[in-house]
C-alpha cells in the first residue's frame, strides 16, 4: 500500500532552518504531484508548498514564500521542504500528501490529495 513516512522535524530557535523529507513508497512517485500541508493547533489545515511530477513547477503559500524551498529526487521517491527563517508561526504538525495529478502548477486544495503521512513536528521557539 502507499506510504508517506515524514521526518526532519524538531525544535528550532525562530530564525532557524530545518530540512522536512518524506519518503514514498507503494506508488509510481513520478507520476504523483507532492505537497507539504501543516496544521497548527486549533487551527485547521493548510497549504505550505506543492511541486509538480517533474519538479519544474512549484507553488506556495504566501505565508512561506521565499523562506520554504521544496523540491524532489524521483529517483529517490523522495520530497523535501527546506525552511529557513522560521517564525513562531511556523509551528505546526507537518503532513506531505500526494495527488495524481498532470497539471504544470500545483493544486493548493487539500481535499485533491489522495494520500497523506503520519506528520512531523516542528516547533520553533522565540
Known amino acids: 500500500q502507499v506510504q508517506l513516512v515524514e521526518s526532519g522535524g524538531g525544535l528550532v530557535q525562530a530564525g532557524g532552518s530545518l530540512r522536512l523529507s518524506c519518503a514514498a513508497s507503494g506508488l509510481t512517485f513520478t507520476l504523483y504531484t507532492m505537497g507539504w500541508f501543516r496544521q497548527a493547533p486549533g487551527k485547521e489545515r493548510e497549504f505550505a508548498a506543492a511541486i509538480n511530477r517533474g519538479g519544474g513547477g512549484t507553488s506556495y503559500a504566501d505565508s512561506v514564500k521565499g523562506r520554504f524551498t521544496i523540491s524532489r529526487d524521483n529517483a529517490k521517491k523522495t520530497v523535501y521542504l527546506q525552511m529557513n527563517s522560521l517564525k513562531p508561526e511556523d509551528t505546526a504538525v507537518y503532513y506531505c500528501?500526494?495527488?495524481?495529478?498532470?497539471?504544470?502548477?500545483?493544486?493548493?486544495?487539500?481535499?485533491?490529495?489522495?494520500?497523506w503521512g503520519q506528520g512531523t513536528q516542528v516547533t520553533v521557539s522565540s
Open positions: 500528501a500526494a495527488t495524481y495529478d498532470r497539471t504544470w502548477s500545483p493544486p493548493k486544495q487539500h481535499d485533491v490529495y489522495n494520500y
